[in-house]
């Protein structure tokens, strides 16, 4: 069984500058979650997709980031403008179900992550 | 809001010994479920184990297994016989019952198993 797809694995860019990041989750999962993960702290959830509606984005600096899951298959998280503090990891997480709706037994499994280095 | 604490950055063991990761919890729910991962050096976060709340028996799978105090709001991971592979940051996690299972992360200990 293919894992969580994640493209770039690195990426480098001017402050200001515009970065997208692309992730494609196993076959079937309804549930697709983006993180971000600074250097030295555990991973952050931003957003959370079921299927193509957002059921969390709570923690998305909705100013600068913007996340799309376009017919509830791949997703994509764009930053703009990129910002020093946005250097870090972003990983993206897909579940078969994450709704809540029983016991959270489904498991997130995690793709490679992006590094993205802000000069 | 739910919060979680790692107080040990970094641990070393030598192989085939065992070793115990600690975290602590904050929260005012009843129904919860706790979590360790495992993220390798430039590799893939995985899960390695699951403990829900509600339950009196640790939960252990295979190597590994916690050690959960809930009155304390404690639960540490112990690696028996440790291997080389284990070498990774350790992140403890929470997700309240009964939510869209938003993980709170504490910072992760880095654990190095020597040779």
């Known amino acids: 069984e293919a894992g969580v797809a994640q493209s770039p694995r690195y990426k480098i860019i001017e402050k200001r500058q515009s970065v997208a990041f692309w992730c494609n989750p196993i076959?079937?999962?309804?549930?697709l979650y983006w993180y971000q993960q600074i250097l030295g702290q555990g991973p952050k959830l931003l957003i959370q997709f079921q299927n193509n509606g957002v059921v969390d984005d709570s923690q998305l600096p909705k100013d600068r980031f913007s996340a799309e899951r376009l017919k509830g298959v791949d997703s994509t998280l764009k930053i703009q403008p990129a910002k020093l503090e946005d250097s870090a990891v972003y990983l993206c997480?897909?579940?078969?179900?994450?709704?809540?709706?029983?016991?959270?037994?489904?498991?997130?499994?995690f793709g490679p992550g992006t590094r993205l280095t802000v000069l | 809001a739910q919060t979680v604490t790692q107080s040990q950055p970094e641990m070393s063991v030598q192989e085939a010994e065992t070793v115990t990761l600690s975290c602590t919890y904050d929260?005012?729910?009843?129904?919860?479920?706790l979590f360790w991962y495992k993220q390798p050096p430039s590799r893939q976060m995985i899960l390695v184990i699951r403990?829900?709340?509600?339950?009196?028996q640790n939960a252990t799978e295979n190597r590994f297994s916690v050690n959960f105090q809930k009155a304390a709001k404690s639960f540490s991971l112990k690696i028996s016989d440790s291997q080389l592979g284990d070498t990774a940051m350790y992140f403890c996690a929470f997700v309240r019952g009964g939510s869209n299972y938003k993980l709170t992360f504490g910072k992760g200990t880095l654990l190095t198993v020597n040779p």
């Open positions: 997480a897909s579940s078969l179900d994450g709704t809540g709706a029983g016991p959270p037994t489904d498991t997130q499994y």
């Open positions: 403990q829900e709340a509600y339950k009196q």
């Open positions: 929260t005012s729910e009843n129904n919860y479920y």
């Open positions: 076959s079937g999962h309804a549930t």
